[in-house]
């Protein structure tokens, strides 16, 4: 069996290659830790749990298969951690981190709600929403299809946030960019 440790090596180079602004994760997993260290909850199940949730994004993208990539990490993530030494009770936060990180199912543990709150920082906090715009310049979005897009996601990830520091983090950059986003 290998580590822990080893875990979160092998997972974050597996997620790097697997999501499409590497960028966009880095940021989310510094936001993540950030909030872990802030509410005193587990670093590794944060980590380990923003490094699977979106794995399977951009596969299930090609496949037009966008809706299905929380079920896909999941079957992903519980088949990888099958030779790590890490307990039935981390195993059950991390896939909960998985599975909550859209806000669609209970949050079961800390962590989990830390990981659906650190992804709202791509779509909100402005590093996120220009490396966004980036991304989404390179799939060759016009300006006008960028803001709706961006509008959506920001709506979307602000009924999401449900922690105190990251409402206080995001509120003032939300007003602002919805308000500039309306003008365009």
């Known amino acids: 069996m290998k ?3 080893q875990l979160i090596t092998d997972i974050k180079d597996i997620a790097i290659k697997n999501v499409s602004e590497p960028k966009l994760l880095e940021f989310s997993l510094d ?5 872990a260290n ?4 587990n670093p590794d199940i944060v980590y380990i749990g923003m490094c699977f949730m979106d794995i399977k994004l951009k596969e299930a993208l090609s496949l037009n298969k966008q809706s299905e990539h929380i079920k896909m990490a999941v079957i992903f993530a519980k088949d990888f951690m099958k030779d790590y030494d890490i307990s039935n009770d981390d195993k059950e936060d991390i896939i909960n981190c998985i599975e909550a990180h859209h806000k669609t199912v209970p949050f079961k543990c800390l962590e989990a709600e830390i ?8 779509f909100i906090h402005p590093i996120g929403v220009f490396n966004y715009m980036e991304l989404l310049t390179r799939r060759g979005k016009t300006l006008s299809e960028q803001v709706v897009q961006l509008q959506s996601k920001m ?7 449900s922690l105190d520091k990251a409402k206080d983090d995001l509120e003032d950059n939300y007003q602002m960019f919805m308000k500039i986003f309306d003008q365009i």
Do not use: R, T, V
């Not at 990981?115 to 791509?122: F, L, Q, R, V």
């Not at 709506?155 to 946030?161: G, L, N, P, R, S």
């Open 155 to 161: 709506k979307e990830k602000y009924d999401i946030i």
């Open 31 to 35: 936001k993540g830790l950030e909030l």
């Open 3 to 5: 580590s822990k440790d």
């Open 38 to 41: 802030y509410y005193n909850a």
């Open 115 to 122: 990981c659906a709150n650190a992804d709202c920082y791509i």
